[in-house]
């Protein structure tokens, strides 16, 4: 399907809109002499906010410059839920980088540029466009995660992240490379037909695992998720939410549209006489379990909030990647709902935490957090909600989450997987419901500040999100199905 | 498969590339390390002028040679890194680096040996190269600026990202230190550089 180049420009309109406003953006506080940081911010939050309005005003879809980039209806939702993660990370951050001086203009560039990256990864079609997409996400993130230069940490988590991840992307251009040369094709559409008409020769499967080795570590999928906790604990915490939210609906997207596209048209004997699961699904079963299992032991030792938030991340990637499993509709539509379940959680999680500031500066211990209900219980109520919710407890948001992808499980019968994630969940909420003690049973510790307006307004509106999903969800569910059937 | 002369050739710089990979981690002096590493790019790119890709030899060269290789001697030569202690600590990690390397290296023999490269990819890799009508330079520019395009732009987008982030995190913008500025000190005139004082006689100023 051959379109003309206007047409093509207008399909990837918001694209360019953001690439655009980044460099104009970049410009502008480069020539401004006064620090135009919250100018610079508050354009950008425009400019995402547009974007998202584009998006949402006028679905399009079709295939851009070659190959290149696939608009469809999956690409569309899961742009729309990344946009807006990113402007609320942007809001987010206005109040905690002046604080704790990184309030420079490059920082709103940076995120809109990440956030370009993260809009091409969630449509790329080809393996080129994979690549540049996944690395102009990640180079941009290295450097967000450094931002706060002076502070030590955040420097070492800079570092940790761009070596690990650079590592990741150079294995990952290895897998893409051998699936070149045994099927000699880059396109998704060509590998799919060649896995479709023969048996995977050796090659093509360690093409298969070094592609997924790649995309799990951008997921931190055990056994890939050294660098979360450190570089979530290092990262300023806007830039922890950034990573904790959008990247993660940036990476799962691309995970999603690679398996459904590429490696689920794989044939071979074994699966149709043995009944065995297929390469793909082999692996991410794997990833699953031990996604689940180590996150939720890992997270029990745990008494920094970002940490804790870090193995908490890695327990709900293995909840997605169990609704992924199967590689049918149902399970990627069940793989949609969690995501926007777990991004409104854990955009309402890092709101509360960038709320937890003292006289002393921003605390991290959980144990500060004693008697809170006492001093504020707003703010008590609204984070016992979210943790009820991370922990799934009916009929909050994240209920809903695990029963869609669980229940996708059962259906494809990997009944198991189902089994292992729920005594995962189990043993998870431990350390959510131990929080929740500490909030409302322990002797009051000190106040903290007020909460600036912003950070409330997300609190309240993700826990309006959390507490009422059960009346809204009928049409999520519906809005991910539609979704979900563009990639069949 | 290379045959004659081109065979000779072929396995003459693989062989000396490959020497000299070695020879970088191995030798104990860093800029012998980074000028081994020179010889290693100097070999890759007689390998792409037997292929035929001269554009690429030219371009590893002047980038690669010229530009970041002497960038690291740059680095190696004037930063103080402690490479000794560096190498020494290294040494510990050795034997399960060894071992992994060691795996990796048998896993992809055992690929190489039991699977068979596309029927296209083939195709591609052994091509004539048509020298006659449009030479390997421009063969590149015509699908780079057009098929390409959007790869291309992406490219320079990343370039981009690496520009301000390298300037994020080092630039440090030091206040009261003098700055030059030729506008001004051009637009100077005698009037304004210079003071005449009138000096009595047996007295200073």
Same mark, same amino acid.
């Given at each position: ?34 620090? =135009? ?82 809009? &091409? ?19 941009? /993130?290295?450097?967000?995660? %450094? ?18 991840? %650079? ?97 689920? =048209? ?45 193995? =908490? ?55 500060? &957090? ?18 009820? =919710? ?27 997987? %189902? ?70 | 498969? /290379? ?17 000299? %990979? ?184």
């Amino acid at each position: 399907m051959q379109t003309d180049l206007a047409t093509q420009l207008t399909l990837v309109f918001p694209e360019l809109l953001v690439a655009f406003g980044a460099v104009v953006l970049l410009l502008t506080g480069t020539f401004s002499r006064t620090n =135009s940081y919250a100018a610079i911010a508050w354009l950008a939050v425009t400019i995402l906010v547009i974007a998202t309005v584009l998006l949402i005003v006028f679905p399009q879809s079709g295939v851009v410059f070659g190959n290149a980039l696939i608009i469809d209806s999956f690409s569309r939702f899961m742009k729309i839920l990344t946009l807006i993660s990113a402007f609320i990370v942007l809001v987010m951050s206005v109040g905690f980088s002046r604080s704790e001086k990184f309030d420079k203009f490059e920082f709103p560039v940076l995120i809109l540029l990440a956030t370009l990256g993260m809009m &091409l990864m969630i449509s790329v079609g080809n393996m080129l466009s994979l690549y540049l997409a996944l690395e102009l996400q990640s180079l941009a /993130l290295y450097v967000l995660a %450094a931002i706060d230069r002076t502070n030590l940490r955040s420097a070492e988590a800079g570092v940790k992240y761009f070596v690990l991840g %650079a590592f990741s992307s150079g294995v990952l251009l290895y897998g893409i490379s051998l699936l070149y040369g045994y099927t000699g094709h880059i396109d998704f559409a060509g590998i799919s037909k060649a896995f479709s008409i023969q048996e995977l020769q050796l090659g093509m499967i360690f093409g298969i695992i070094f592609i997924f080795v790649g995309l799990a570590f951008k997921i931190s999928a055990v056994p890939f998720h050294m660098w979360t906790p450190d570089v979530y604990e290092g990262a300023p915490t806007p830039v922890t939410a950034f990573f904790a939210s959008a990247s993660k609906v940036a990476s799962i997207a691309l995970i999603v549209r690679v398996i459904m596209s590429v490696f689920n =048209s794989e044939i071979s004997a074994k699966i149709a006489i043995l009944q065995t699961p297929a390469v793909w699904q082999q692996i991410i079963i794997f990833l699953a379990l031990s996604s689940m299992l180590l996150g939720a032991f890992a997270g029990i030792g745990q008494y920094n909030i970002k940490r804790l938030m870090a193995y =908490s991340s890695i327990t709900h990637m293995g909840y997605i990647l169990v609704g992924l499993a199967e590689g049918t509709s149902i399970g990627v539509q069940s793989v949609i709902i969690y995501v926007i379940i777990y991004v409104a959680m854990t955009l309402g999680c890092f709101a509360f935490i960038l709320a937890m500031n003292n006289r002393e500066g921003y605390v991290e211990n959980i144990y500060d &957090l004693s008697g809170l209900a006492k001093s504020n219980p707003f703010m008590a109520t609204i984070m016992t909600l979210h943790l009820f =919710s991370l922990a799934s407890i009916p009929p909050l948001a994240g209920f809903f989450g695990k029963w869609y992808t669980f229940s996708a499980a059962v259906g494809g019968n990997f009944v198991p997987l %189902a089994v292992v994630g729920m005594l995962a969940s189990v043993i998870s909420a431990f350390y959510y419901l131990r929080m929740i003690k500490i909030m409302w049973f322990d002797e009051l510790r000190g106040n903290f500040l007020t909460t600036p307006i912003e950070l409330q307004l997300i609190l309240a509106l993700s826990g309006i999100f959390v507490l009422f999903y059960i009346f809204f969800g009928i049409w999520i569910t519906s809005w991910a199905e539609i979704a979900a059937r563009s990639l069949i | 498969m /290379l045959t004659g002369p081109a065979a000779v050739f072929f396995y003459f710089f693989s062989l000396i590339m490959v020497a000299s %990979a070695v020879m970088v981690v191995a030798v104990r002096n860093p800029v012998h390390s980074v000028l081994f590493l020179i010889l290693t790019f100097f070999n890759a790119a007689a390998l792409f002028l037997l292929a035929g890709a001269e554009f690429l030899a030219m371009i590893l060269l002047i980038v690669y040679v010229g530009a970041v290789a002497i960038l690291f001697l740059f680095v190696v030569m004037m930063l103080d890194v402690g490479f000794i202690e560096l190498r020494r600590r290294s040494f510990k990690y050795m034997p399960i680096g060894v071992l992994i390397g060691f795996l990796l290296l048998a896993e992809l023999i055992i690929i190489f040996l039991s699977s068979s490269f596309s029927s296209k990819f083939s195709a591609v890799v052994s091509a004539p190269i048509d020298m006659v009508t449009r030479s390997n330079t421009q063969a590149l520019g015509d699908v780079l600026y057009t098929d390409y395009a959007f790869y291309f732009e992406v490219g320079g987008i990343i370039l981009l990202v690496a520009m301000i982030g390298v300037i994020v995190l080092t630039l440090h913008h030091r206040t009261g230190i003098k700055r030059q500025s030729i506008a001004e000190q051009v637009s100077r005139t005698s009037e304004t550089a210079i003071e005449i004082k009138k000096v009595e006689s047996n007295k200073g100023i």
